[in-house]
């Protein structure tokens, strides 16, 4: 989320030109056509999207490729562990990656990117509309180390060093576009049994963030949180600590299911409870 190669809040706020979905450069993973108005008729469709806003490392792309470059290969398997639990659950969820809207699912430049996320911007501001749940999950630094006291926000007499930034895992909202339903839901998932899971299998919660939310300014959830449907962006835990405890990016999912579990059980009674479908 912060420093190094990390990202979140770092893409550039830009105005949004709308574009129509070039049919021959871009297509979803999730087998719908890309127009405008296929786009408006199949984001009805869902429940659900789950959404990765960093992209897979390339040469060009440090600044959006998260923690350290590595990101993706530690959260995309937590990702479609996710996704099919929620489907088991009967709620209609599809997973959007940046790279989902690129031909052959290759970013080619810089200026490809920026291109794809412009429309993966559109898309979100379309989901919103059409009050689909949106759940972003990442993970998140751990530790970033400082020399400078005054900057420490969370300094303690047990680390060897001093840090300037303590990660862990957390619930986030941009404060410039948060909807009742968004905070409902956020709410629901920070008092739910989600960080006492995690807790019991090692995982560290974010220094004072087990009883409140983180509230940052993330282009994701800016133009997500309008959502009726509730929008939030999950940190599920610190990056280097779960590859320390678990090894590997797929056993990371598997110790990470019962907490994903209560996820999916909240979203789906929160959708429930305001007549959803």
């Not at 770092?10 to 049919?23: I, P, Q, W």
């Not at 794809?116 to 990442?138: F, P, R």
Request: charged share 20%; net charge negative; hydrophobic share 40%.
């Amino acid at each position: 989320m912060l420093f190094f190669i990390c990202t979140i809040g770092k893409r550039k706020m830009k105005f949004l030109t709308f574009k129509l979905l070039s049919l021959t450069s871009l297509f979803l993973t999730f087998s719908l056509l890309v127009s405008s108005d296929h786009w408006k008729h199949n984001l009805e469709l869902l429940d659900v999207l789950i959404i990765s806003d960093h992209t897979k490392l390339k040469p060009f792309n440090l600044d959006t490729s998260g923690f350290n470059g590595i990101e993706r290969t530690y959260v995309d398997p937590s990702i479609e562990l996710f996704k099919n639990i929620l489907k088991e659950r009967g709620l209609q969820t599809a997973v959007l990656h940046i790279e989902d809207l690129a031909l052959d699912h290759e970013i080619l430049s810089r200026k490809h990117q920026d291109e794809l996320y412009t429309n993966y911007d559109q898309i979100l501001i379309e989901a919103a509309q059409q009050n689909v749940t949106i759940i972003s999950l990442h993970l998140d630094a751990e530790k970033i180390a400082t020399n400078d006291l005054s900057q420490i926000p969370y300094p303690t007499n047990t680390d060897a060093e001093t840090y300037l930034y303590l990660g862990g895992a957390q619930i986030i909202l941009d404060p410039r576009n948060i909807s009742n339903e968004s905070l409902q839901l956020a709410q629901k998932l920070l008092f739910s049994d989600i960080f006492p899971f995690m807790q019991n299998i090692g995982i560290s919660i974010r220094p004072t963030y087990s009883s409140r939310l983180r509230l940052q300014s993330n282009i994701s959830m800016h133009l997500a949180g309008s959502s009726k449907g509730g929008a939030a962006l999950i940190e599920l835990g610190a990056l280097d600590e779960l590859k320390r405890l678990f090894n590997t990016p797929e056993a990371i999912a598997k110790n990470l299911h019962q907490p994903l579990e209560e996820v999916a059980t909240i979203i789906s009674d929160h959708r429930k409870s305001h007549w959803l479908k």
